[in-house]
């Protein structure tokens, strides 16, 4: 991990500090107070100091799955990978951990002092703990933590997509929502389901069973209640196209826009702007306009949001007037998840 500081808005960038930890760095680093902290695929969470990196705490809650024992994947050991949440409430912040046996565990940590204070089992709503990964960052709502699960790199084995929501206490009644496909579905884009201003959670779905005639939420923008009923969908036309070729929208969370809009991009890179109140179902969009294919977040400013092209760089995308409209593009070598801050 590294502490960059970025004087003067869009100035020259330096390293402030650096520190090795006990593993790999997949979830963002959340800022907290007067610390970093960063979640690492060796199941340990770290609280650093920002202006120095010194390492106020580390708690470590579990022993990760060596890539050898998985079916398939692409990150070894895999032990934390999801962006934590922070619940400024109780002072908590919440992390899933994949450990031996497959299991995914939801904890919950003391940013004061490291202590463990919640700690629960996730039961796989799909069955399949083996062949699920938990990559998107988690979302809290409402007492909740929400947990989105796609599958490992190289698709395998008989998995599919889900939302699970958990009581922050970690006891209570789990709810869950599976993605009606035979296979597949994940929802794995790293950004997490995302909130909008009545509840409603959005996410991404990747592309289902390549079995499948009729349509099957596969390739879609799904929008969840708080207890996890599928309230919208929307797919493009060309979703049973995109299922059997790998070009389906999962591959980056739906942007939340002003006035009600979402706007998603995916493997194809055909982006899609939606009602967020009336997803549309099948070719349901407002408008929709070649940008990139994306992979990663998108940043949102304004009507204006920031597409993480995978290649060819950023691609600043205009929302206004329910239109879609290129304003310019990023260097090539500047792709990733882009984040807006200090005018740049």
Request: glycine content about 16%; hydrophobic content about 35%; proline content about 8%.
């Amino acid at each position: 991990a590294a502490g960059v500081a970025a004087p003067g808005g869009s100035g020259s960038l330096k390293v402030s500090w650096r520190v090795h930890l006990d593993g790999a760095v997949y979830g963002q680093p959340l800022l907290i107070g007067d610390m970093a902290i960063v979640a690492t695929e060796d199941d340990s969470l770290y609280a650093l100091d920002q202006a120095t990196g010194k390492v106020r705490w580390r708690t470590h809650v579990g022993t990760p799955v060596p890539l050898s024992q998985l079916p398939c994947g692409n990150i070894d050991p895999l032990g934390i990978t999801g962006t934590p949440v922070y619940d400024q409430g109780s002072g908590i912040v919440y992390a899933v951990a994949e450990t031996s046996g497959y299991h995914h565990v939801l904890v919950g940590i003391s940013v004061t002092d490291g202590r463990l204070e919640v700690e629960r089992d996730i039961t796989a709503p799909d069955g399949q703990p083996r062949y699920d990964q938990q990559r998107p960052a988690l979302t809290l709502q409402d007492g909740r933590v929400y947990v989105a699960f796609g599958g490992l790199a190289g698709d395998c084995g008989p998995y599919r997509g889900s939302v699970v929501g958990i009581p922050v206490s970690g006891s209570g009644p789990v709810i869950s929502y599976v993605v009606p496909t035979p296979r597949e579905g994940a929802i794995w884009a790293p950004g997490g389901p995302v909130t909008g201003p009545d509840g409603t959670l959005y996410v991404s779905v990747g592309n289902g069973s390549e079995s499948s005639t009729s349509f099957d939420d596969s390739d879609s923008v799904t929008a969840l209640s708080p207890d996890l009923h599928r309230t919208g969908v929307f797919a493009p036309s060309s979703w049973r196209h995109d299922n059997d070729n790998d070009l389906d929208l999962g591959s980056t969370q739906p942007a939340l826009l002003p006035g009600g809009m979402l706007l998603a991009d995916g493997k194809s890179g055909t982006a899609y702007l939606v009602s967020a109140a009336h997803l549309g179902g099948v070719g349901g969009q407002v408008a929709q306009a070649q940008v990139c294919p994306a992979f990663g977040t998108a940043a949102v400013q304004g009507s204006t949001a920031y597409e993480p092209c995978e290649q060819g760089g950023l691609a600043a995308v205009s929302t206004a007037g329910s239109k879609i409209r290129v304003l310019w593009r990023g260097p090539e070598n500047a792709w990733g998840t882009p984040v807006i801050g200090g005018g740049a």
